[in-house]
């Protein structure tokens, strides 16, 4: 059962069997999947409404209109670039895509609370972070055109290549967490930190369990950032955990929290909350960003067949733009030339990011070799040169 | 001017190689946005809408729904410029001037796309299509993806296998002028490692195995010296027409294996008393001139045998849905003959005395050997019997006669060490196994005739009591 209160103490009789349970009990389970009323951390209601949080409102006080249009901003930029590469995927533009459709919110919050000398560690759905990190749309491409391994500068950007197997990032993150520690970047405000994005079926990966040790007992400045979308492709995530996934944190020995995924208001608070935690040496953190992945798992997924769509009717009324944008006209903080510059903007950028994919060069042959190792490597130069040396025994090689 | 483009149906998942058209978005004379969903298709993924590459005019829908689609087929063409507002130069911007590579493989391509365009001109060369099979790593209702293979320049062991011919090699295996850019040689890692201890350059090496594959073997030849093992496989296998008598009978035993449900039963029997009888009569004035054999005492005792179990000779005739079963014995007599197997009637044999069937066999045979069997001979039997024993053979599982219900094997006659009265004592020994249809006979009508046949080799005074 889903927490200890429910639990039979020894000596006591079983309150319920599986077949009856208490009310308590069921309770209990669905909070593990609910929003977790006053536990959930919400600076902006579905209504765009600004409710007062005394432990985070601090966090976000610099925020003025400014900031909160830019929040918009990039929200709604991030949304377009999705929606356009997913129609590019639709007509063979793109070997593959995979949406963040609901997700914008969690995502921009945590990626502007992040100071240039913080590190990333993204899965493969955080084109929102990757935004913030100064990595551009078009870089993104190369990999879902099958074309490349990474397309960015993950030192200069200080945003890690995007990793596909489940839950691996979460190991390269305590790692590099821990080195921080051990270098003697962490310890006062100018410390530095790293964040690790994953999903809630991650969460069930034993690596994803690992990191969680290591950077526990370490006390590694890392943010752990989960966004629970719901569902782990088919699977929902009542099948991931018996209790809500932030109170996984206290079994590890650090603090855990949850945060409406949807508000980019509350993400923002919270992850500078935890970064700070992070810096100053009292990490690691985990956040759950509760969420709702509106699209399917991939452009190769199919999500009517495993879910219904009242549950994304339901979601629609929370979106995290639609509530920032609410917020920012019902307060007067933007007006109608600001939202009209936006959309053109919008469509600016997917028309940009469309000419780019089509004309995309390929890599050359010898890329796949270039970024391996940080020094040069005798067995892998002469297997380049292999490579190389094949290549050009093809009629019409070298006119590419 | 008018500016056409055609949209080609993309591979929405990971290797799909299909798609069903589900319904159409547009109609001709539409005016479409980019992104504009247009048709919804289902794969063995997913049903998906597609959204339109481009703004302009819906001039063609070139599929239909209800129809599978194989990806890359255009579905769909758009006048990109209806007002005709380009330059012939603009023509070249946009989609269609993409890297012909990348566009052909992602599927954006112009109505006479690059990838059609572009034949392996190598392959032709060397009279064979550069084409292999390929099968996805991930996911499922892939069906088969066909790679081009790009055309080398030199023609070293790579053009070999690309023509599927390995004759000898003229040049040694030793250090020769193969340079860097010719092929990379086929090898298992294993075996790349053992040429690597033992020093030998792979891309000196021929491969004996199966499409070039060197071997370890080959490695080990090429360390010691010696000639690569070469196989010359076409030197060595035969290719024959198959017709006439081969295609027939293999026709009817796929029919038959495939159609009838087979049962076989076995039974050893001691022919000692058949054997004697055979001895007695051979040398009377009733058989003179006549070849008795055994299979005659046989074919005798299923005549015979079938009065008491009519089920097998029977006929299921599936298309009136009825069971034929048939008041004579047309026995069918299987004869290994220069032209093939054939299996030639002896009409209305359950009508004939032993010294007839003999001769009647007699006779059947010596037709069928000569080649001289007609067709009509080998039509409308009943029951079956295939002499194994004159091969040496002692049993098997024979395989019905299309149209008929069981078919008896006949054994090699052996001696062979049996009980008799509690004592172990040379005997005329033979197997005995029958196969039949078991949609019209049981195991116990089978079993039954089966014994029976048994008990009149074992014991011909039995046939009294028939």
């Not at chain 1, 994803?208 to 929902?236: K, M, R, T």
Request: aromatic share 6%.
């Amino acid at each position: 059962m889903s927490s200890a209160e429910q639990w039979t103490q020894p000596g006591e009789n079983p309150a319920a069997t599986a077949a009856k349970p208490t009310p308590e009990q069921v309770i209990a389970g669905l909070r593990a999947t609910s929003e977790g009323g006053t536990e959930l951390v919400q600076l902006l209601n579905p209504e765009g409404e600004r409710i007062a949080s005394p432990q985070f409102d601090r966090y976000v006080e610099d925020v003025d209109a400014e900031q909160l249009r830019g929040l918009y901003r990039d929200m709604t930029m991030v949304r377009r670039v999705d929606r356009e590469a997913n129609s590019l995927q639709r007509q063979g533009q793109l070997g593959i895509w995979v949406p963040l459709l609901g997700q914008e919110a969690a995502q921009i919050g945590a990626g502007r609370a992040m100071r240039p000398s913080d590190m990333a560690f993204p899965s493969y759905r955080e084109h929102g972070i990757a935004w913030c990190r100064g990595v551009t749309p078009q870089e993104l491409l190369g990999i879902f055109r099958c074309t490349d391994h990474s397309g960015w500068d993950s030192s200069a950007t200080r945003f890690h290549p995007y990793t596909i197997v489940i839950g691996n990032q979460v190991l390269n993150a305590a790692g590099y967490a821990m080195g921080q520690r051990l270098d003697g970047r962490v310890g006062d405000d100018g410390g530095e930190a790293t964040i690790c994005f994953f999903g809630d079926g991650a969460t069930s990966q034993g690596d994803v369990h690992e990191g969680f040790v290591w950077a526990s007992v370490y006390d590694a400045p890392l943010v752990f950032f989960c966004q629970n979308n719901q569902w782990a492709i088919s699977e929902p995530t009542e099948r991931q955990s018996r209790l809500p996934l932030y109170q996984r944190a206290r079994g590890y020995g650090f603090p855990g929290i949850r945060v409406d995924g949807n508000d980019v208001l509350g993400c923002l608070a919270v992850t500078r909350w935890a970064l700070e935690e992070c810096r100053l040496g009292n990490g690691p953190v985990l956040i759950e960003a509760f969420t709702y992945r509106m699209d399917a798992h991939t452009t190769t997924d199919d999500p009517t067949r495993y879910r219904l769509s009242d549950e994304l009717e339901a979601w629609k009324l929370k979106d995290p733009i639609e509530r920032a944008r609410v917020h920012l006209s019902r307060n007067g903080l933007a007006d109608n030339d600001f939202f009209e510059q936006v959309a053109s903007d919008t469509d600016e950028l997917a028309a940009e990011l469309r000419d780019f994919c089509v004309n995309m060069p390929d890599p050359p042959p010898d890329r796949i070799f270039s970024q391996v190792y940080a020094d040069p490597s005798s067995v892998l130069d002469a297997e380049r040169d292999e490579f190389l040396s094949y290549l050009d025994g093809f009629v019409g090689a070298g006119e590419r | 001017m008018p500016d056409y483009k055609q949209f080609p149906l993309p591979d929405t998942a990971e290797g799909l190689t299909e798609a069903e058209i589900l319904s159409w978005r547009v109609k001709p004379g539409d005016e479409v946005q980019v992104n504009q969903i247009v048709i919804e298709v289902e794969t063995a993924k997913a049903a998906v809408e597609l959204p339109c590459p481009w703004a302009g005019v819906v001039t063609e829908l070139l599929v239909e729904p209800g129809q599978t689609v194989e990806v890359g087929t255009p579905i769909l063409t758009v006048d990109v410029d209806p007002g005709g507002t380009a330059s012939a130069a603009s023509d070249a911007s946009g989609a269609s001037a993409a890297p012909s590579a990348s566009a052909a493989k992602n599927g954006v391509q112009q109505a006479a796309g690059p990838a059609e365009a572009a034949p392996a001109a190598g392959s032709e060369e060397n009279g064979a299509p550069a084409e292999d099979e390929m099968k996805p790593l991930v996911g499922y209702g892939s069906k088969t993806v066909t790679a081009k293979r790009r055309p080398r320049k030199d023609h070293g062991p790579a053009s070999d296998v690309q023509n599927g011919t390995f004759g000898p090699v003229d040049t040694p295996a030793q250090e020769s002028a193969l340079l860097e850019g010719s092929a990379v040689p086929l090898a298992k890692p294993p075996v790349r490692k053992l040429a690597k201890d033992l020093g030998i350059d792979l891309r000196t090496v021929t491969g004996s195995g199966s499409g070039g594959v060197i071997t370890r073997e080959d490695v080990r030849h090429a360390a010691n010296g010696a000639q690569p093992v070469t196989v010359r496989t076409g030197e060595r296998e035969r290719r024959v027409p198959i017709r006439g008598v081969r295609k027939a009978t293999a026709q009817a035993m796929v029919h038959s294996a495939f159609s009838a449900p087979h049962v076989t039963e076995f039974l050893t029997v001691d022919v000692t008393p058949m054997m004697e009888l055979r001895a007695k009569l051979k040398d009377t004035p009733a058989f003179a001139g006549v070849k008795l054999t055994p299979l005659a005492f046989a074919a005798k005792a299923m005549c015979l045998a079938v009065q008491r179990t009519p089920d097998v000779n029977a006929e299921w005739d599936a298309e009136s849905g009825e069971i034929v079963y048939k008041d004579y014995v047309h026995l069918g007599v299987a004869a290994a003959t220069p032209r093939g197997l054939v299996v030639p009637k002896v009409r209305d044999a359950d009508a004939m005395s032993l010294a007839e069937l003999a001769g009647a066999l007699t006779e059947l045979t010596e037709t069928a050997r000569q080649g001289k069997t007609t067709p009509a001979d080998m039509l409308n039997g009943t029951i079956t019997i295939t002499n194994v024993g004159v091969f040496g053979v002692d049993t098997g599982t024979p395989i019905i006669n299309p149209g008929e219900s069981a078919i008896l094997a006949f054994g090699a006659i052996r001696d062979t060490p049996w009980v008799v009265d509690g004592e172990v004592v040379p005997r005329k020994v033979c197997q005995l196994s029958l196969s039949f249809d078991h949609r019209v006979v049981d195991g116990e009508q089978g079993s039954r005739f089966l014994a029976d046949v048994g008990a009149l080799l074992a014991d011909p005074a039995v046939a009294m009591t028939y």
